[in-house]
């Protein structure tokens, strides 16, 4: 993966299936337009999950859900990562911004409960012929060291942050062992598409949008089309 990077010097990373707003009415037709468009181009794309949001109760019903079957049918040559476990929606919503500084969605976890939710989800994703559990996002960029602890034991090479929230909250104090952090440029590639696409020749690497929130079909096939090419 680490070599497809480097050769198309571009990685769009798409956040929040099946939703990154608990406040927010989703529709999946968007989604599928939008993998659509990058597949027609060849964009080196992930789109970024929380198989605990998926429909059901056991893991079992979340492994059958259409929540599964929708990655399934859509995504073919892009990869599906895990983005975190439920997005954090177990957080009172209109707290969720002053969880970030403590890890967002693993604040308050004991470092045996992320251990447990992620190995659940791994299970899940690993029906997925294009899970790539290499990867990690975390929801809202948001990180602690119990979770870095957990990546590192169950060989995740990748992680995914953003310039912004990485020196607003002195990330750099948090031990990421050989995990290779893949940084996102705040307002530049972690933006909505018009501005990603004003500043796309000027800042190769990794793209960050959000499906839920970013559904200008025009814009985001004109940066398909340069991210596709890997100029």
Partial sequence: MAEKIEQHGRLIRM????????????????LSKIISIFEKYGVNYLIATSPLLYAGVSDEEKLNSQHIHFLKKNVLTGRVVMHGFNHG???????????????????????EEIGHKYDRCHKILSCLDTYDSSHFVPPFNA????LLDILKSRNV?????????YETYRQDRINFYDIEIMMAENARTYAHSPVILNNIYSS???????????????CIEEISKIAGRGT
């Fill in 15 to 30: 956040d929040d299936f099946p939703s990154g707003d608990k406040m927010r009415d989703v529709d999946w037709g968007v």
């Fill in 143 to 146: 990180i602690n060291q119990n």
């Fill in 204 to 218: 190769p690497g990794v793209i960050t949008m959000h499906w839920v929130y970013d559904q200008d079909y025009k």
């Fill in 157 to 165: 090479k990748f992680i995914h942050l953003n310039s912004h929230y």
């Fill in 89 to 111: 929606f177990h957080h009172p919503w209109e707290d969720i911004v002053q969880t970030w500084e403590y890890g967002g969605e693993f604040k308050n976890m004991t470092i």
